[in-house]
C-alpha cells in the first residue's frame, strides 16, 4: 500500500479541522479543529516517515503532540477564563482587536 | 582612543534608568555629569588640534558602519550647551516634578539628553541618522503623555512631520554611503571622514542633498515645514519645551554645517541663493507672526522659526571668509541659552496668572517682582539680539556673511532685526508693564526657580562680554567646511 | 595715573554705580541710592577731567580685550580718547552730575527712586561708551545701550499705558537707526577690511574714490542711524513722546546727552563723510529741514515739556547741519551750549510741572513769575540762550554755525538763510512758552505757591489721558518738589545757568578759540577744518544779525502772548496752517497708514488666512491626509474576527505552498 491514502486521509482530516476553524464560533469547538489540523499533519508526518524509513519524522510528531497539549493547556484556559469574567463564549463577540 | 564621550553620552540615559527610584536627584546627578565633563571638555579642548576625544571602533562592519565619536569647533559649544540646558531643565524639574509618573518623565529627558548629545558627536552618517531618529521618541511621549490639551494630535502631527523628513534623511544617508562606495571602489563605509574624502559627483549630491536638508528643515522648524510646531510647542510641558526648543532645533543646524555642507559642496553651491531666500521669508514670517500670536509659548515658537531662520541665513551665506557660518554656530548657541530661560519665565508668569499662557491676560507683573523683571529683560534683550549681547555678535557676523555673499539679502533680513524688537519688547511689556491684569497676583521669584534663572542669566551676561571663547574654538572648523563649498 | 586708565575709569564708575544700585536695592535706603549715582558720576567726571589733563593733543587707542576677532572681523573692545570723545565725556558726565543731583530732590518720594538711579547711571554709562567706542561694533553697542535704557527711563513709570507705548516706540525707531548702523558699518567694513574707526579712517582714502557709490550708501545707512537717534526728519516722532518719562531724564537724555549722539557720530566719523560729500549733503539739508519743521510745530504745542523737545529737535537740526557741512567744532560748540541751557531749561519746566501738580499744559499754567523767582529766572536765562541773545552762550554757538555756512558758499547759503528764519522761530516758541507759563493772570495753582502752600492734586490723573493713576510703584510718587524749596535741583539749576552765560566765550569770534584749537587733533585730516575760517568781521556781522532776529523774534512772541490777548487772532486768521502745526505735519498718521498698518495686517494675515490654507491645509492637510488613507486602508484588515485571520493565514499557506508546487 502507497502513501498516498494516507496523505489523502491527512488532508482530509486538515481541511475538516480547517473548515470547522473557519466556521464555528464556539472557542471551545475551535480548538478541537485545531487539534484535528495538527493531528492530520502528524499524520502525514509518521506516514512519510514510514516511507523514507527515517526516525525523524516521528519524533517530530511525538514533539507536535507536546506542543498541542500546551497550546490545549493555554487555550482551554483562556475559555475558563472567558467564561470567568461572564464574557459571552463566542469569538465573534471577542474583536477588541479590531483596528 | 577614549571612553569619555561614551561616558558623556549614554550617562544621561543609563542613570535615568534608575529615575523611578528617585526621580529628583537620578535626574540631577544624570544631567550634571555629562555637565562637567562638557565643562572639563571645553578646558581641556586644543583650539588647533581638530577632531578631538575620539572614539572609534567597529559596530556594524558589514555595512561599513563604524562606532565613531569625537568633538571638534563645531560641537563643542553645543555639547555644553546640551549639557547647560539639560541640567537645567533637571533643576526645574527637582523643584516642580510632574504629579503623573515622574520618574518615567525624567528617564525620557534624560534620554533625550542622550540622543542630542550622540548626534553632537557622532562621526558616522548612520550614527547620525540613529541619534537623530532617537530624538524624536521622548518627545513623543513627552508630549503624548503629560502635554496639555490636545496632546495626541499634537505628537502625532510632530511626529509625522518629522518622520517623513527622517526616513527621507535615512535613505540620503544609505544612498550617500554606497554611491560614495560605489564610485570611489572603496569598501562600503559610513564614517564621515571617509564620505567627505571621496565627494560624489554633483547630480547626484543633488537630490541626496535635498532629503538631508528636507529634514533638518522640519527640525528646526523652518518656514513652511514648521505646521507641527505651534501644537506641539502649546502643549509640551514647559522644562521638556525648554530643553527642545533650546536644544533639539539646533541639532538641525548643526546638521547642516557637519553633514550638508562637506558631503553636497556642489550641491549646496547650485541652490545656497534659494535657501538664503528661504531663510529670509523664515525670518520675516516667523517675526511677523510672533507679533501677532497671542500665546507667550507661541511668540516664542515663532520667534525660533525666525532665529532658526538667520541661523540658515549664516550657513548658506558661503562667504568667503566663513563670516556667517561663524556667526550661525555662535547664534545657535545664543539662541539655545536664551530660549530655554525664557520658556521658564513664562512658567512663571502663568504663576502669577492663574496658569494663562496668553498674555493678554497679563500686565503689571514687574509690580512687585523687581528681580524677574530684570532676569525676564535680560533674556528678552538678548532675544532682540541687542548689540552688546552675544546674540548680536551672532547676527551681525550672520548678516555680515550675507552681505558679502548676497547683499540684497542681507538688506532684507536687516528688517527681521526690527521686528525682532517688536515681539520681544511687546512680549515683555504686555507681561511686566501696563496695569495688573485682572487676575494677576504678582509676587518675587522663589530662592528655589532663582537658582534655574540666574545661572543661565548670568551665562548670558558673560558670553555677552566674551563671545570670542566661543568663536576662536569654531573658527578653524568652520573655515574648513565653508571652504570646502566655496572653494 | 595714564591716560588710558583714566579712560577706562570714566567708564567704570557709572557701570558700578548702577550694578551697585541694582544690587543692594533691598539692602540700602533708597535716599543713600541717589547720592550713590551721583557721586559715581561725579567720579566720572572727574576721571573726564583727568582725561582733559593728560591728554596733550593725542589720539590714542586702548584695548580691552578681544570681542569677535575671527575670520577677519577685528572686533575688540577698544577705546579711541581724542579731543573729540573728551569733550564730549566732559559733557555728558558733567551735565549728568548735575542732572543726578537735581534728581536726588525732584524724584524724592518716588517709589522707584532706586530704579531711577540705577537706570539713569546704566544710562551714563552706555552714553560714555557710545562715545570713547574705538570701533564700529562698539558704537554700535553704546548706541543700542544708550536707546535701550532710554527707553525703559521714557517708560519708568511703567504702569501707564501712555508712557510704556512711548518706551516702545522709541526702542523701534533706535532700533531701526541700530540696524543703518550696522549696514552702514558692513559697507565700511567691505571697503576698508576693518571695523577699526582710525584703521577705517586711515583706509577710506585708497579704499574707496570720492563719491563712490558703496561709501555713500555706506554715510546714508549710518546718517539713519544719526537720524533715529538725534530725532531727525522723518524719524523724529518718538521724540515728543519720550517725554512721557520723568523730567530729569528729559533734561539728561532727550536734551543733553542721547540725543545730541547723531552729532557725534558725523563728527567722528568725517573722514567717511568729507570723502563722500553727497552723503554729507543730504545730512546737511535733513538738518536744515528739521530744525524749521520742529520749530513751527514748537510754535502751537500746549504741552510745556514738548515745546522744549520740538526745540531739541530744532537745535539738533542746527548742529546736523553743521557737522554734515564741515562746520565741526562750530557744531560740538553748539552741542554744549545746547547741552547746558538746554538741560537748565528741562529742570526749570519740571519745577513749573511740580508746581502744577503734574499738569504739564501751558493753557492751564500762568503767572507763576512771582510764586518761583528762582525757577523763573532759569528759564529765561535758557530762553534767552536759546534764542541766540547776547551774551549768553547760544549766541555765539548758533551764529558760528550760520556764519560758517555762508563761508562754504554755494547752495550752503540757503542753508545759513533758513538757519536765521529758524533762530527766528526758536525766539518766538521759546518766549511764547516763557510768557504763558510765567506771565499773565495767576493760575490757581500759581496763587496757591504765592500764599506758600505748593499745589497737589487731590487724586493723582494721568495729564495724557485724565486716567486715574495710583502712587504705587509704576505711577509718578505722591509728592512734588520745586527748585525754590530743594537745595539739590537748586544747586544743579544755578549751576547750569551759570554755564548756559559763560560757556559761549569759549569762541568768540576774534577774541578766542579755545574749543577750535583743542578740537584740532582730531580733526586734523579734515579737508575744510583749518581752511573754512570766516573773517573776524563777517563773523560779527553775523553775530549782530543774528541777535537782531533773536531780540525781534522775543518781540514778536511778546505783542502776541505777553501782552496777552491777540494769539486767538492769530490762530483763526491761520487756522489751516495752525491745524497743520498742530498735527506736526501729520508725520504720525502717515507711519501708521503706510507701515503700522499694513505689518498688522500682515501679521493678522500670516496667522489666520496662510497658516490655515497653506501651512495647515496643504502641507498638513495633505500628508495627514495620505497617511489618514493609508492607516484606513490598513485599519480595514484588522476586522478582530478570529477566523478571518485564520482565513488568511491559510489562504497564504495556500498560495505558498501552491507556489512552491509549481515551480518545483
Known sequence: MGIHWYLVVSALIFCIGAGGVLTRRNPLVILLCLELMLNAANLALVAFARAHGDMGGQIFALLVMVVAACEVAVGLGLVVAIYRRRLPIDVDDLRELQG | ?487 | MSLTTYAWLVLAFPLAGAVLIGLTFRALPSRVHGWLGTLAILLSFLSALGMLNALDGRQVTSVAWDYANTLGVDAQVSILIDPLSVLMCLVVAGVSTLIHLYSVAYMGGDRGYTRFFALLNFFVFSMLLLVLAGNFLLVIVGWAFVAAASTFLISFWYRRATATAAGLKAFIVQVIGDVGLVLGAFFVFKGTGTLDFLKAFNAVDHSFTVNQPELVAACILLLVGAFAKSAQVPLHTWLPDAMEGPTPVSALIHAATMVTAGVYLIARLHPLFEHAPDAAAVGAIIGCVTLLIAATIGLVVTDLKRVIAYSTMSQIGYMIMAVSSAAYAAGMFHLMTHAFFKALLFMAAGSVISAMGGVQDLNKMGGFRKAMPFTFGCMVIGGLALSGIPPFSGFFSKDEILSLEFERGGWHAILGVAGYLGAFLTAIYTFRMIFRAFMGPMSPEASELAHGHLYHAPEPTNPATGEVEDTDVGFPGPEHHIAERAAPMKVAMGALALLAIVGGFLQVPGVSSELHHFLEPTFHDSTYYASLEPSTSSEWIGLVIGAVIGLSGIGVAWTIWGKGGTAAVYQARLGALHKFFVNKWYFDEAFDVLLVRPAAWLGRFASTTFERLFVNGLLVGGSSGLVRALSAAVRGVQSGYLRYYAALLLIGLTGLSAYFLISA
Open chain 2, 1 to 487: 582612543m577614549t571612553l569619555h564621550l561614551t561616558i558623556l553620552v549614554f550617562f544621561p540615559a543609563v542613570c535615568g534608568l534608575l529615575a523611578a527610584f528617585n526621580p529628583r536627584w537620578v535626574g540631577l546627578i544624570a544631567a550634571f555629569v555629562p555637565l562637567a565633563y562638557a565643562v572639563a571638555m571645553v578646558a581641556d579642548f586644543d583650539v588647533a588640534g581638530g577632531l578631538q576625544f575620539v572614539t572609534d571602533d567597529k559596530w556594524i562592519p558589514a555595512l561599513g558602519i563604524r562606532y565613531k565619536l569625537g568633538v571638534d569647533g563645531l560641537s563643542l559649544w553645543l555639547v555644553l550647551l546640551t549639557t547647560v540646558i539639560a541640567f537645567a531643565s533637571m533643576l526645574w524639574l527637582a523643584v516642580r516634578q510632574p504629579s503623573d509618573r515622574p520618574g518615567l518623565f525624567t528617564f525620557h529627558l534624560l534620554l533625550g539628553e542622550t540622543a542630542v548629545l550622540g548626534a553632537f558627536v557622532a562621526q558616522d552618517l548612520a550614527l547620525f541618522v540613529l541619534f537623530f531618529d532617537l530624538m524624536l521618541v521622548p518627545f513623543y511621549f513627552l508630549v503624548g503623555q503629560w502635554g496639555g490639551e490636545n496632546r495626541i494630535p499634537a505628537a502625532l502631527k510632530m511626529v509625522i512631520y518629522t518622520l517623513v523628513g527622517s526616513l527621507l534623511m535615512l535613505a540620503g544617508a544609505v544612498a550617500t554611503a554606497v554611491l560614495t562606495a560605489s564610485n570611489s571602489g572603496h569598501d562600503l563605509s559610513f564614517v564621515l571622514s571617509d564620505l567627505v574624502a571621496n565627494p560624489l559627483p554633483a547630480g547626484t549630491q543633488k537630490w541626496i542633498f535635498f532629503t538631508f536638508a528636507l529634514a533638518f528643515l522640519i527640525k528646526m522648524p523652518s518656514f513652511p515645514f514648521h505646521g507641527w510646531m505651534p501644537d506641539a510647542y502649546r502643549t509640551m510641558p514647559l522644562p521638556a519645551l525648554a530643553f527642545f526648543s533650546g536644544v533639539v532645533s539646533k541639532v538641525a543646524a548643526y546638521g547642516f554645517l557637519r553633514l550638508v555642507l562637506p558631503l553636497f559642496p556642489a550641491a549646496v553651491e547650485s541652490f545656497h541663493t534659494w535657501f538664503l531666500v528661504l531663510a529670509v521669508i523664515s525670518i520675516l514670517y516667523g517675526s511677523v507672526q510672533a507679533f501677532t500670536q497671542t500665546n507667550a509659548r507661541l511668540i516664542l515658537g515663532y520667534s525660533s522659526v525666525a532665529q532658526l531662520g538667520f541661523i540658515t541665513l549664516g550657513i548658506f551665506a558661503i562667504d568667503a571668509a566663513a563670516q556667517g557660518a561663524q556667526g550661525a554656530l555662535l547664534q545657535a548657541i545664543n539662541h539655545g541659552l536664551v530660549v530655554a530661560p525664557l520658556f521658564f519665565v513664562i512658567a512663571l508668569l502663568a504663576e502669577r496668572a492663574e496658569g494663562s499662557e496668553d498674555i493678554r491676560d497679563y500686565g503689571g507683573i514687574a509690580f512687585r517682582a523687581p528681580v524677574l523683571t530684570v532676569l525676564f529683560l535680560i533674556t528678552a534683550l538678548a532675544t532682540l539680539a541687542m548689540p552688546g549681547s552675544a546674540n548680536f555678535a551672532g547676527e551681525f557676523l550672520i548678516l555680515l556673511g550675507t552681505f558679502s555673499s548676497v547683499q540684497a539679502i542681507a538688506f532684507v533680513a536687516a528688517l527681521g532685526v526690527i521686528l525682532a524688537s517688536v515681539y520681544a519688547l511687546r512680549f515683555y511689556f504686555r507681561s511686566m508693564h501696563y496695569r495688573v491684569g485682572a487676575q494677576v497676583q504678582s509676587f518675587e521669584l522663589s530662592l528655589r526657580d532663582g537658582l534655574v534663572l540666574v545661572p543661565l542669566v548670568l551665562a548670558i551676561l558673560a558670553f555677552a562680554l566674551y563671545p570670542q571663547l566661543a568663536l576662536q574654538s569654531g573658527e578653524e572648523a568652520v573655515k574648513t567646511t565653508v571652504q570646502a563649498v566655496s572653494r
